[in-house]
């Protein structure tokens, strides 16, 4: 039991990233060819990082490092969470503590791009933070549990009773992959970002570190979705690769919109969403 | 024994204070308070040891005394009002005093009640937060006055004077949670309220007494009620048996609208908590010298409000009333969380947080299952060490730079890096996992789903807490490219109870389990009996709803691995990277940087190439959530609660 989950998560450790890495390989692949050019090999991901890691260490803050790295050690630690179904409002907890690391290592330097960025990565965090605590009440209502291993025991799949918290989180899903219209802290594809936002002033293989755990994001994002339907899996995972695929077209046909706008539709529309499906829950099932 | 513990408790810092009073050196009264603190501590401890027991004084008509006290503080707020001329305290001091001499001269009440303390484990816990936290803040006091009046310029010394109101509240406050007679109870009650005037008030500035005339009156509305709640148990009750907390909360209370009296010393409870829309005292309170607000956030004045609450939750447990506590309390959480956001004060913005967090306890409280209650308890003690570590670096902050005002303490790191480290750390250990704060509160969120909207209230307060308290360390943090930097020099005054309340932090957090398995939980069992925590191996610690067949497993905190998670996060970039001065450069300001290419320059070219610095400031979203905007708003909203509260027991 214990080796074997052991060996689960350095699967997952070593495995997330390349996934995660291919993804964004085919998103650039995809995002190019919707705009009618050729586009990069799907392993240009990784040409870069290495590419990155080769660079020379240039830095703008003593601090800044702390950040990098609480950044990417409790996004793998959110990712171990979701492999061991382990608590899944804990886990949103920690994928809070890696989100406000990107900010404060925004926060640690005296640049204005990356207190833009900074600033607008807080804000992000206020708008899909809500959604993803709601989420793990709505889970709770419906199973009597906060354990990811509940889910899987359950046969009717979540997304059946919880379709407008997986409307909600589609919309944190677009928010949390930097994509259009809410690229706003920063963007992977150069949009019309200020500079590269919060991420302005990491390089080299501080920058590489950044993308690494962007990787790990992306397949813990996934794999949250894919908690909708986990009986059988494959769906739950088909369903998450059909959002991801939807995301990219969402990013090419939107404009970006301001902070301010996100930040309340999020706390407008999320929230109605998410409240009405825990009251619909909690007026049909009771206090289990 | 007893007679002495209890002597030790509440009586040792009262003679301690006159000691104080009397002695005119600094260094002999600098002894003298750390003398106290350290045999507070220690009768706190033995406390812990000799476990729970009942006590009632004799050889002595303490009655007698304790009602001329009433009498005296109640006189003297009259004559605070009169001086003053200020309406409002005198009409609440009326309200007190005028019922007080009812009951006790026209109905000729008998308020002998037997025992007169019970100590149990909650109120163990209590004096444990009371006597280390506290003692810690009065050692930190010494020196902290002396630079305040340094700087202040002051002919006249009154550290004495703020020392003995330091000391007494400790003991008001030991005595405040052991009373189990409710008319003592009123008496201690009624001594942190007039310990926290005296220490607002103590820079005699126009602000500073009208601020403490407020906290005056707001704590004396709750103490009308107190009284009224007394007046209502002693003549529907039938006499002094029902003066007993013990009584109230055991069920002993029969007939109709018992739930009336319990309802107005919760009341009472959130006035003194500052619950909204009483919050104003609070945050008026900081105009006060730091150790007066570390004290009244962490370990005093406030933590006795939540006390009383939880202290009478088995009372209200399973009613409406319950239903409407959480509200009012998740309420709070929400509203002063989104206030605190819009604040440039950094203690403002501590002191938005307390409210906040005492709201989420009060919530608890209303939750009112074995959950909750040890989340309460656990949010208690974890939010006394915290905010109190926070209180205590917001001082030595100002004492740095002599503001108190966020932007000011912009790029603090390379000022002061240890002040900054500690403050960092007790920042995050406000709002991150795996620290205890972050603990309590996802224990009462998985507990909240009873009261589904109390739950909305959390996520919601939960999300703003992130934002402020993000915000505000970030603008201690931005620095230049720079290296070497010197580490300030802190007068042990300072640094012992700092460093002490970190260690605290990390102690406490890392050993939750055993220390929740071996003594919280009979602390819970006071309040509310069941077992829903088990700590397993690895100190995870499991919630369980208890059911027929077999325990549910509600979720898991892994307390030992994230702290090693913790761990790993800090100590890679110290081994995997180590700066040199060559790998410097200055940050990207469009080419347009000035400074000749040295990296540690903020000075760029603007228009007609005039060189300019770089500013950078923080967001406040005032025209959002500026307290002008919300206040209104909010406040209409939790007088209805109280009106729903208070009100809502009557009719039904």
């Known amino acids: 039991m214990m080796i074997n989950q052991l060996l689960l998560v350095f699967v997952v450790l070593v495995g997330a990233p390349i996934v995660g890495g291919l993804l964004f390989g085919i998103d650039r692949k995809i995002t190019a060819r919707m705009q009618g050019r050729y586009g990069p090999p799907i392993i240009q991901p990784f040409y870069d990082f290495f590419k990155l890691l080769g660079k020379e260490h240039i830095a703008v803050s003593k601090l800044q490092f702390v950040w990098i790295y609480g950044y990417l050690v409790f996004m793998i630690a959110s990712l171990i969470f979701l492999v061991l179904k382990s608590d899944f409002l804990l886990l949103v907890f920690l994928l809070g503590f890696a989100a406000v690391s990107l900010v404060l290592g925004g926060f640690s330097t005296k640049s204005p791009y990356a207190h833009f960025g900074a600033n607008r990565e807080l804000m992000q965090i206020m708008a899909y933070e809500p959604i993803l605590l709601l989420l793990a009440i709505a889970i709770y209502a419906q199973n009597g549990s906060f354990l990811i291993s509940e889910i899987f025991k359950h046969d009717k799949p979540l997304l059946f009773t919880l379709w407008p918290l997986f409307l909600a989180v589609l919309y944190v899903l677009t928010i949390k992959m930097r994509k259009s219209p809410f690229d706003i802290a920063t963007s992977h594809h150069g949009h019309q970002e200020i500079v590269k936002g919060v991420t302005t002033e990491y390089s080299g293989p501080y920058f590489a570190l950044f993308h690494l755990a962007e990787w790990y994001e992306i397949i813990l994002l996934l794999g949250i979705i894919a908690l909708f339907w986990t009986n059988p899996l494959w769906v739950g995972i088909l369903i998450a690769l059909a959002a991801f695929i939807m995301e990219l077209f969402i990013d090419n046909i939107a404009a970006r919109l301001t902070v301010s706008w996100m930040v309340r539709l999020s706390w407008s529309v999320g929230l109605i969403l998410g409240i009405a499906n825990i009251a619909y829950i909690y007026l049909t099932k009771g206090v289990s | ?652």
């Open chain 2, 1 to 652: 024994m007893a007679d002495t513990m209890m002597a030790i408790a509440i009586l040792l810092p009262v003679v301690a204070g006159f000691l104080i009073l009397a002695v005119r050196n600094y260094y002999a009264r600098g002894a003298v308070v750390i003398l106290t603190a350290l045999i507070l501590i220690a009768n706190s401890v033995y406390f812990t040891l000799k476990g729970p027991f009942t006590y009632t004084p004799g050889g002595f008509n303490w009655g007698l005394l304790i009602t001329i006290l009433d009498y005296g503080i109640l006189i003297f707020y009259l004559y605070i009002g009169f001086s003053l001329r200020n309406w409002l305290v005198l009409i609440f001091a009326l309200t007190q005093i005028i019922p007080l001499a009812y009951f006790e001269f026209v109905m000729k009440a008998h308020i002998e009640v037997t025992p007169a303390f019970v100590i149990d484990n909650l109120s163990i816990v209590m004096t444990l937060v009371i006597s280390i936290i506290g003692s810690l803040i009065c050692i930190y006091a010494i020196r902290y006055m002396y630079d305040h009046e340094h700087h202040l310029h002051l002919e006249k010394s009154k550290q004495s004077r703020f020392l003995f109101w330091l000391v007494l509240f400790l003991g008001a406050m030991n005595g405040l949670v052991f009373a189990n007679n409710l008319v003592w109870l009123y008496f201690f009650w009624e001594v942190t309220t007039l310990c926290c005037y005296q220490l607002i008030s103590h820079d005699r500035t126009e602000l500073a007494i009208k601020n403490a005339a407020r906290a005056l009156w707001m704590n004396a509305t709750g103490g009308t009620a107190f009284i009224l709640a007394i007046i209502y148990l002693y003549t529907t009750q039938g006499g002094a048996n029902a003066l007993s907390v013990q009584t109230i909360i055991g069920g002993g209370l029969q007939g109709s609208l018992v739930l009336l009296p319990v309802a107005l010393l919760c009341y009472t409870g959130c006035t003194k908590a500052a619950q909204m829309p009483f919050q104003s005292w609070l945050l008026g309170a900081m105009v006060a010298p730091t150790p007066v607000s570390a004290l009244l956030h962490s370990s005093t004045m406030v933590k006795a409000g939540v006390y009383l609450v939880v202290r009478l939750a088995p009372a209200f447990s399973g009613t409406y009333l319950s239903v409407v506590i959480a509200l009012v309390g998740a309420f709070t959480f929400f509203g002063t969380s989104a206030l605190a956001i819009s604040q440039t004060t950094g203690k403002r913005v501590l002191a938005y947080s307390t409210i906040a967090n005492l709201g989420l306890i009060i919530a608890c409280a209303g939750i009112n299952t074995p959950l909750s209650i040890a989340a309460a308890i656990m949010l208690i003690i974890f939010h006394a060490i915290s905010k109190g570590l926070l209180f205590l670096c917001a001082g030595t902050i100002e004492h740095q730079i002599w503001s108190r005002e966020i932007e000011d303490m912009e790029g603090l790191a390379v000022k002061a890096p240890l002040t900054t480290l500690i403050t960092a750390v007790g920042i995050l250990s406000m709002f991150l996992p795996p620290f205890g704060m972050l603990l309590g509160k996802w224990i009462a969120l998985e507990a909240a789903y009873i009261v589904p909207l109390a739950a909305v209230f959390f996520v919601l307060a939960s999300t703003l807490t992130i934002v402020f308290w993000t915000k505000w360390l970030g603008r201690l943090l931005q620095v230049l490219p720079k290296l070497g930097w010197p580490i300030e020099k802190l007068s042990p005054s300072y640094s012992v109870p700092l460093w002490t309340l970190l260690i605290g932090i990390f102690i406490v957090g890392i050993g939750i389990g055993p220390i929740y398995q071996n003594f919280l939980l009979a602390a819970t069992n006071n309040v509310i009996s069941g077992n829903q925590i088990i700590s397993l191996g690895l100190n995870n610690l499991v919630l369980t709803t208890p059911s027929f067949l077999q325990r549910e497993i509600l979720g898991v905190f892994p307390v030992w691995p994230l702290y090693l998670i913790l761990i790993v996060a800090l100590l890679l970039p110290f081994l995997l990277i180590g700066l040199k001065p060559t790998e410097l450069r200055p940050v990207y300001m469009c080419g347009e940087q000035a400074g000749g290419g040295a990296p540690d320059t903020d000075e760029w070219f603007a228009e007609a190439d005039t060189v300019t610095k770089c500013q950078l400031g923080g967001y406040y979203y005032q025209s959002v959530l500026g307290e002008k905007r919300v206040c209104p708003w909010a406040n209409a909203i939790a007088i209805l609660l109280l009106v729903i509260m208070i009100g809502g027991v009557i009719v039904i």
